[in-house]
């Protein structure tokens, strides 16, 4: 373990909205499984050791939520959402979306972003200077998820001012705010009521498809979802399908604001967007972390984490492992990435992983035809506050 270093981790600090990456070293190197006395909850950092926590969902449950105060309470979570649940349950519930998200079936949906992506960045031509996050990676995105799920136009937006405001945290708290329970109760409702009218008039959209999809019960009968477990599914879509993009097409934009020689690579040749977007999630995990549950008594590193216990396994921290990747501090376009944990890995990997990357590569590639030269205003950067999501809240650029 090297030297011994008291390292301190907190979640809920301006060190970890910022930057983290010092603190994530001095964890991987000092304290790979990490005990934080103020919060109790217990982390690891490590590449291989995130790796396995995320396959061990016996050992590290997800049945008691991801974030902290779900966790801090020693109770299971009643979501009525697959984020939430353990095989063999989650088996049942995953595959009725997930051969909707396989990448064959996300290809078809690629008109319909790069249309998306284009009329929210041709209004923009001929302005010298605009914030690319506020105007163009924020509100696209759950355009694009709330178009597919069914949401009606004049709602799609609110769909992500309810996210922002459900996951925001105010510095050096580890709890949500009441607004943050109000705006998850007013989208859980939204949802609901949207339920009951596409039970009354179908449509072709997924909400549709959902409610008439026949789920597996233990006994090997079947079933219906119910407009409750409707809407679990869309709020974890509705907000997956937002905020990672939205974080990763901002991160985009810094870094190769910073890294003009990656930039040119772009330039040269678009067909290098696809390695370069998982490069993106590698250097910037849009998810930091994602929380679980300890069962069971398990030993890492000498460390013991107790049964009852939130555990974090942070990703961001794995990302920059030098015991598997080579100068993990360097933003390289061209590695070569292995396999990746940004957007979750086991059970749990995300379930709209091909749709961001496909909305992902196409914000680049026609950020790139359009503004082939950019400036950003560092400045201006502002970084958001929320719980395990990083990334930027306000991007300005100039262009030439």
């Known amino acids: 373990m090297g030297e011994t270093k008291t390292v301190e981790f907190d979640p809920f600090s301006r060190d970890f909205f ?12 000092h304290a790979p499984c990490y005990y934080s006395e103020q919060y109790d909850f217990y982390a690891l950092s490590r590449f291989d050791d995130v790796v396995t926590a995320h396959r061990d969902f016996e050992t590290f449950t997800s049945t008691h939520g991801q974030m902290y105060e779900q966790l801090a309470t020693g109770e299971p979570t009643d979501t009525g959402s697959i984020i939430s ?14 051969r909707s998200f396989t990448p064959r079936s996300i290809g078809n949906y690629e008109a319909l972003v790069r249309d998306i992506i284009s009329g929210y960045l041709d209004p923009l031509m001929g302005r010298r200077q605009f914030d690319i996050l506020e105007e163009f990676a924020a509100p696209f995105p759950v355009e694009i998820i709330s178009t597919i799920l069914g949401v009606p136009a004049e709602d799609r937006q609110q769909i992500r001012h309810w996210t922002d405001e459900m996951l925001h945290r105010e510095e050096g708290s580890a709890m949500g705010s009441q607004a943050a329970a109000e705006a998850g109760m007013a989208q859980g409702m939204y949802l609901f009521q949207l339920s009951q009218q596409k ?15 026949e789920v ?6 079947t079933t219906h979802l119910d407009d409750a477990e409707i809407a679990g599914f869309g709020t974890l879509l509705a907000a997956a399908g937002s905020e990672t993009v939205t974080k990763l097409v901002g991160n985009a934009v810094v870094l190769f604001g910073r890294h003009p020689d990656q930039w040119a690579k772009v330039l040269d040749d678009t067909s290098v967007l696809g390695n ?24 890492w590193h000498g460390v013991t984490i ?8 942070i990703t961001g921290a794995a990302n920059r492992d030098p015991r ?3 100068d993990p501090d360097r933003f390289d376009i061209t590695r070569d990435p292995g396999l990746g944990v940004s957007l979750g890995h086991g059970l749990h990997v995300c379930l709209g992983a091909a749709l961001a990357r496909l909305e992902s590569r196409v914000a680049i590639e026609e950020i790139a035809s359009r503004w082939p030269a950019y400036e950003v205003n560092e400045e201006g950067l502002r970084r958001v ?9 306000s991007v300005p650029i100039s262009v030439s």
Do not use: C
């Not at 039970?199 to 999809?213: N, V």
């Not at 370069?276 to 030993?299: C, F, H, K, N």
């Open 276 to 299: 370069a977007v998982e490069e993106i999630l590698r250097y910037w995990a849009p998810s930091q972390y994602q929380g679980r549950y300890s069962t069971i008594d398990s030993e």
């Open 199 to 213: 039970r009354a008039e179908p449509a072709d959209d997924m909400l549709t498809a959902l409610i008439e999809a």
């Open 385 to 393: 506050q929320m719980s395990n999501v990083a990334g930027y809240s």
């Open 306 to 313: 107790p049964k009852h216990k939130p555990v974090f396994l």
């Open 18 to 29: 910022d930057d983290p990456y010092d603190t994530y070293a001095d964890l991987r190197d």
């Open 85 to 98: 649940m353990d095989p063999p349950e989650h088996t049942r519930y995953r595959k009725l979306v997930s």
């Open 216 to 221: 597996e019960t233990e006994d090997g009968a």
């Open 324 to 326: 598997r990747y080579h």
